[in-house]
């Protein structure tokens, strides 16, 4: 049965904090989603919000609306925000009470936890639905520590980092998964947030949820038992923040529990300074990559590229500037697939050539 799925995403969707939500609307993975709620970008089309193409996903002002705007009546509603102030506010728990007496599951990404919440695990009772806490760990008894067992691992391992948060990774790490399956390959993608964990990935984690050194062992973990079930021909870890972020330690996690053995990095050139920090300026892409691949001791291999603030002229030219300049392939895998990206992946990983499924075309 498909699962039909109201977002609220008030005042932040199309923005960078409304990343959850962006993600969603782009791949809905487990759910169909009827409506968004966002009374600033009310009446508008999410598709045409987002990527300037329609989808028929209506955006309301209120939850009422949402509900009353749906093809089918949503038994879900998903929390895309990410709230500044780090914890819920009275207004935007009375819209998730309100949801909860519509008769709606409440998925809930945030790091509060409406599973230890008194007054909402009452009220999710009392209208029998259930609340779904994205990035709650499991028991610490349960976490592991890096044991090096990834050193064995032969299955090409490759992450797409990036110089700052909310700047693309996930979507350009899924469609490249997605490119690579449809040319045949078996891949196994290693969710690390919340957003592709909602999408319904197989494997991965809320990464900012565990200490550091926890971290690095569950990343380990996860691709251990991808690499083991799925037999696949190549891993593909999404990156979380950037190494070079003053404020984020999560790529760190990643170069040092994943071991990827190439890195694709995507960068947003228009932006100056970090999103959430805007009184630091963005590293340089030159800088990220002689960081990554000396902490890592990996390579970067390709640039992807975030296209937000540039006209086709300003993307097409930079495009042609970043080849020139770094002697990679460069591309923007929402405006012309990944395909760039995976033939260079092909060209790196000599496995990828000798041990293609049949009717592989390399």
């Not at 990156?239 to 694709?264: C, E, N």
């Not at 390579?299 to 590229?305: D, H, N, P, S, Y």
């Not at 300003?314 to 929402?334: C, G, S, W």
């Amino acid at each position: 049965m498909k699962k039909y799925a109201v977002i609220y995403c008030e005042n932040q969707f199309g923005s960078m904090d409304g990343k959850t939500a962006n993600g969603l609307i782009r791949d809905s993975g487990l759910y169909e989603i009827t409506a968004v709620i966002d009374s600033t970008k009310a009446g508008l089309d999410a598709g045409e919000v987002l990527d300037q193409k329609r989808n028929g996903i209506p955006i309301c002002k209120d939850l009422q609306e949402a509900i009353a705007s749906s093809k089918e009546k949503p038994t879900y509603f998903i929390l895309g925000i990410a709230p500044a102030h780090a914890f819920l506010n009275q207004k935007e728990r009375q819209v998730i009470m309100a949801a909860i007496k519509a008769g709606m599951n409440i998925i809930n990404p945030l790091q509060e936890f409406l599973t230890e919440d008194e007054e909402m695990m009452t009220m999710a009772k009392r209208y029998g639905v259930e609340i779904r806490d994205i990035r709650k760990p499991r028991p610490k008894n349960e976490w592991t520590l890096f044991t090096g067992q990834i050193l064995n691992v032969t299955t090409p391992i490759i992450a797409v980092l990036g110089t700052d948060g909310a700047c693309g990774k996930r979507t350009t790490a899924m469609m490249i998964d997605k490119g690579l399956q449809e040319q045949g390959y078996k891949t196994a993608f290693i969710a690390t947030g919340q957003t592709g964990l909602i999408q319904g990935a197989s494997y991965g984690f809320a990464m900012d949820a565990f200490p550091l050194q926890y971290m690095i062992g569950e990343l380990e973990r996860e691709i251990l038992r991808a690499n083991e079930i799925e037999k696949p021909d190549i891993i593909i870890v999404e990156g979380q923040g950037a190494l070079s972020h003053p404020a984020y330690v999560s790529s760190s996690g990643i170069l040092k529990g994943a071991r990827p053995k190439a890195v694709i990095l995507q960068h947003p050139p228009k932006r100056n300074v970090l999103g959430d920090f805007p009184f630091m300026k963005m590293p340089t892409v030159q800088s990220e990559i002689s960081l990554i691949e000396h902490f890592g001791q990996t390579k970067v291999i390709a640039i992807t590229l975030n296209h937000e603030g540039m006209s086709d002229e300003e993307l097409q030219n930079t495009i042609v500037e970043y080849e020139e300049k770094f002697q990679m392939p460069v591309t923007d895998v929402l405006k012309f697939g990944p395909e760039k990206v995976i033939h260079r992946l092909i060209e790196y990983f000599p496995s990828l050539q000798t041990n293609k499924q049949a009717g592989v075309a390399v």
